[in-house]
């Protein structure tokens, strides 16, 4: 078992080499924070429309929750990606 002693100094070297190394962002915040709405209004409004789509009885409401999640799933997929491609300050 590691001592609160050796904990901390792993926790030193991971960060001297998290600093050491440079990262320059593939997409701008900009970009980023367009794909963050984007993702989430569409995910919004897809989400009412399956809603109200099993509501008047168009779609099986399974269908249409399975058919929202798909489509959920995928946009925070997306957007994880841009999480991942954006600079942490």
Not at 50 to 71: D, P
Request: proline residues 1%.
């Amino acid at each position: 078992m590691a001592t609160a002693e050796q904990v901390r100094q792993i926790g030193d070297k991971a960060q001297e080499v998290l600093d050491a190394n440079e990262f320059t962002p593939v997409i701008s915040d900009r970009v980023k924070t367009i794909a963050y709405f984007a993702t989430d209004s569409v995910a919004i409004v897809s989400a009412l429309v399956f809603t109200i789509l099993a509501m008047i009885g168009i779609v099986n409401a399974v269908v249409a929750i399975t058919i929202n999640t798909t489509i959920a799933t995928a946009l925070l997929g997306l957007k994880q990606a841009f999480r991942l491609s954006a600079k942490k300050r």
